[in-house]
């Protein structure tokens, strides 16, 4: 009896129904503990596998961020508003969305300057700095919305297709298909026949579509530039193979004929033709400056020191004004669509006009030459620019 006495467990001083109460709470927070330890390691080997992107409030403003495991792209996404691919040029392709006005143009910019693996894009605002493991050979594809209009690229209707379709067929190539009376242009099928696929634009066909341009203008002033649209044969009288001669075009732009001044206007068009190929000059007298656009990356000085001294000699010549253009720029224009065959170039000489006059920027590409020439078409079928 002694030695069962000496071997009992001495009374504990805490009641039996509190200390389990205390075992249970412990384990329950030990298994909870342990629950948020997985979570958290799931999470971060989840935000390895399929890294995140982070970038500035003004960046996202609205929009999603995401970034592809297989491309790291960065998506800008809001309401009601167009996507749209990229092509090799870096334009702007065709549209999903007939109504957006929208459109999503895909800069590619290679964030990575240093040989480190991560890069970080820090908020401004709460000054906080995340970065983000990328593979380095790999650019970052940024797409940014940027403000289109819809219009240059509403898709023909059937009808319209019909009729285009219609006026390309071979029994309309003697048939005078429409007269243009204020210009004197009447275009048959076989003056139509250069906006079918791979073929040359003519000047009858560039000379009334620039007639519908301005008629366009006049039709709805508040919606473009008040512009001045040279034809063809303008720059060949002014600048002859004897030299400048100012006198053969100075009959040209009487206040009779134009209705209004050229000095009043914000933007001059003038179409070149170098023999084989159709390039454009601009005097933007809204930017104090002369500028060139070639499709194919040439440039001739000549041509806009040509077209300075003839700005200085109209105001002369129609509003006894000296002009002083010599602080104007010079501008061989770089960042524009590119034709990348031997026979567009007409049609991007045009569409550059177009999109100028809407006071547009040139968010448009190769891959749109096709729709663009039947949609020339189209119009000058309808004697309506759209």
């Not at 960046?59 to 592809?68: C, F, N, P, Q, T």
């Not at 493991?133 to 940014?144: D, G, T, Y």
């Amino acid at each position: 009896m002694a030695n069962a006495a000496t071997n009992r467990k001495p009374a504990s001083k805490y009641p039996a129904t509190k200390v389990s109460s205390f075992r249970r709470e412990f384990n329950s927070r030990c298994r909870g503990y342990l629950r948020f330890s997985l979570f958290v390691r799931a999470s971060v080997l989840k935000s390895k596998k399929k890294p995140r992107v982070c970038c500035s409030n003004e960046e996202i403003s609205g929009g999603k961020v995401i970034l592809s495991d297989q491309k790291p792209t960065l998506k800008l996404h809001k309401k009601e508003k167009e996507v749209t691919e990229l092509n090799d040029e870096g334009h702007v392709g065709d549209s999903t969305s007939k109504g957006s006005s929208f459109k999503e143009v895909q800069v590619v910019e290679d964030l990575v300057k240093e040989d480190s693996s991560t890069w970080g894009v820090r908020n401004g605002k709460n000054g906080n700095s995340l970065r983000v493991s990328v593979l380095r050979r790999f650019p970052l594809l940024v797409k940014k919305h940027v403000e289109v209009s819809h219009e240059p690229f509403l898709p023909l209707k059937e009808e319209d297709e019909a009729a285009v379709k219609s006026a390309f067929s071979v029994r309309n190539r003697m048939k005078v298909l429409v007269s243009h009376k204020n210009s004197n242009i009447d275009i048959c099928g076989e003056n139509l026949q250069c906006l079918k696929p791979c073929a040359w634009l003519n000047d009858e066909v560039i000379n009334l579509y620039l007639e519908l341009l301005k008629e366009r203008e006049t039709r709805e002033a508040e919606k473009y530039f008040k512009c001045h649209f040279f034809n063809t044969f303008f720059y060949i009288k002014l600048a002859s193979r004897s030299g400048y001669n100012y006198e053969a075009v100075r009959r040209w732009t009487t206040q009779r004929k134009l209705g209004y001044n050229l000095i009043d206007c914000d933007i001059i068009f003038v179409p070149i033709h170098g023999g084989v190929h159709w390039t454009l000059a601009v005097i933007n007298i809204r930017k104090r400056k002369f500028q060139f656009l070639d499709s194919l990356k040439g440039f001739d000085p000549r041509i806009l020191k040509a077209l300075a001294k003839y700005l200085v000699d109209e105001v002369k010549d129609k509003n006894g004004k000296n002009i002083d253009v010599s602080s104007w720029d010079m501008e061989y224009v770089k960042d524009l669509p590119r034709q990348l065959n031997g026979y567009d170039c007409g049609m991007f000489m045009l569409k550059y006009i177009d999109f100028y006059s809407r006071g547009l920027k040139l968010h448009f590409s190769q891959k749109d030459m096709p729709y663009f020439r039947l949609r020339t078409a189209k119009e000058i079928l309808r004697l309506r620019a759209d």
